[in-house]
T-cell receptor
Framework: DGGITQSPKYLFRKEGQNVTLSCEQN?????MYWYRQDPGQGLRLIYY???????QKGDIAEGYSVSREKKESFPLTVTSAQKNPTAFYLC??????????????FGNGTRLTVT | KQEVTQIPAALSVPEGENLVLNCSFT??????LQWFRQDPGKGLTSLLL?????REQTSGRLNASLDKSSGRSTLYIAASQPGDSATYLC????????????FGKGTKLTVNP
């Protein structure tokens, strides 16, 4: 079945450590996204990529980095510069824009806890 | 700046009831509006997408309407079931492509048997 796989489901790290969250999709979608979800807040866009080897900052990119070396993969690194990294992270993909929008497909998320 | 509001934040209804969830947005220049469902600890599942030129979309017991001029959308759920219990989020796209989706905070729905 086609879908988006995020791993791990739960991740624990010590403050000051960088950590990389995995996102893989087999939907053949060109566009991929990373969102952050905090209690009581809507989803906020961290980074997005419309095509391989290209990506753009979203609304809250500070303290995060991404790469898009393969169409299927869009890993997110949470660096030590991110002030409040504890959150639920969601990866999504879609057919790219220019078609008046298409539904986003989401993974099941990674819950990151930094202590 | 686009802002999306969903009221109420939580809703509890008995099984079998028809219900309406509301979504409002401040900038009517949208390309589309999407409704999602989120179960606890899970990702979002796309329910319906309404293009700006459309007035409504239907899928099974779900019907979503869009009134761009008033900045409103509603999600109608017919004959609610306990399995419908989840958080429902709406999101609007204000330029071509999903990268500029702005999400509401969601309405948490509980359907009691």
């Amino acid at each position: 079945d086609g879908g988006i796989t995020q791993s791990p489901k739960y991740l624990f790290r010590k403050e000051g450590q960088n950590v990389t969250l995995s996102c893989e999709q087999n939907l053949n979608h060109d566009a991929m996204y990373w969102y952050r979800q905090d209690p009581g807040q809507g989803l906020r866009l961290i980074y997005y990529s419309q095509i391989v080897n290209d990506f753009q900052k979203g609304d809250i990119a500070e303290g995060y980095s991404v790469s898009r070396e393969k169409k299927e993969s869009f890993p997110l690194t949470v660096t030590s510069a991110q002030k409040n990294p504890t959150a639920f992270y969601l990866c999504a993909s879609s057919i790219p824009g220019g078609q008046a929008g298409s539904p986003l497909h989401f993974g099941n998320g990674t819950r990151l806890t930094v202590t | 700046k686009q802002e999306v509001t969903q009221i109420p934040a939580a809703l509890s209804v008995p099984e079998g009831e028809n219900l309406v969830l509301n979504c409002s947005f401040t900038d009517s220049a949208i390309y589309n509006l999407q409704w999602f469902r989120q179960d606890p600890g899970k990702g979002l599942t796309s329910l319906l997408l309404i293009q700006s030129s459309q007035r409504e979309q239907t899928s099974g017991r779900l019907n979503a309407s869009l009134d761009k001029s008033s900045g409103r959308s509603t999600l109608y759920i017919a004959a609610s079931q306990p399995g419908d219990s989840a958080t429902y989020l709406c999101a609007v796209c204000t330029q071509g492509g999903s990268e500029k989706l702005v999400f509401g905070k969601g309405t948490k729905l509980t359907v009691n048997p």
